[in-house]
């Protein structure tokens, strides 16, 4: 089975500095996707990054990017210029490539305080 | 609907009692689940629905807990019997189909406490 571990419970930024959440994970599997989430006080889960497995180019949303080293299995997020709005839980995920890939496997979250 | 719409917000109960969840996924969307967030920890799969097959019923963690599913349309989460370890956030999530290309939209949860 598949496991994500995120090692930082919380992590503080400065605003418009950078910060950069990290993410591990283990998997027997070579095609899958991995996920960052952010969670505010509203609850609702949304997609801040994807990144696919078979890419080696690391993605980039905006101010969000990743470190993605496969061999490694590390899946890092940064945060460039950082806001106030960026204050939330954040979520890596992974999902396999295949057979019951409708599954996301959540590591336990980081809390991510944004200082004025 | 614009989004994955769940009620109640918010459900305090007494222990022994039923309690069930809505979840309202986006029109057209195939793909249902449900997650169960207990408080500083990820989100744990539960059940999964696919248009008319039969549901993933593996994450359910006993018998108190059962899901149903109408076509592609609304789904209630039920749980007999609540326990006090039952208290956590369950969000719905839906999406265009089942494949990992497609990505999934989040309700804001429900969170259960239990008394």
């Known amino acids: 089975a598949q496991t994500v571990t995120q090692s930082q419970p919380e992590m503080s930024v400065q605003e418009a500095e950078t910060v950069t959440l990290s993410c591990t994970y283990d998997?027997?599997?070579?095609?899958?996707?991995l996920f960052w989430y952010k969670q505010p006080p509203s609850r609702q889960m949304i997609l801040v990054i994807r990144q696919e497995a078979y890419k080696q180019q690391n993605a980039t949303e905006n101010r969000f990017s990743v470190n993605f080293q496969k061999a490694a299995k590390s899946f890092s997020l940064k945060i460039s210029d950082s806001q106030l709005g960026d204050a939330a839980m954040y979520f890596c995920a992974y999902r396999s490539g295949g057979g019951s890939n409708y599954k996301l496997t959540f590591g336990k979250g980081t809390l991510l305080t944004v200082n004025p | 609907g614009a989004g994955v719409s769940q009620s109640p917000s918010n459900k305090v109960t007494e222990k022994g009692k039923d309690v069930e969840l809505r979840c309202d996924p986006i029109s057209g969307h195939t793909a249902l689940y449900w997650y169960r967030q207990r408080l500083g920890q990820g989100l744990e799969f539960l059940i999964y629905f696919q248009g008319n097959s039969a549901p993933d019923k593996s994450g359910l963690p006993s018998d108190r807990f059962s899901a149903e599913r109408t076509g592609e349309s609304v789904s209630t989460l039920t749980i007999q019997r609540t326990q006090q370890e039952d208290s956590a956030v369950y969000l719905c999530?839906?999406?265009?189909?089942?494949?990992?290309?497609?990505?999934?939209?989040f309700g804001s949860g429900t969170r259960l406490t239990v008394v």
């Open positions: 998997t027997s599997e070579s095609d899958y996707y």
């Open positions: 999530a839906s999406s265009l189909g089942g494949a990992a290309n497609y990505g999934y939209t």
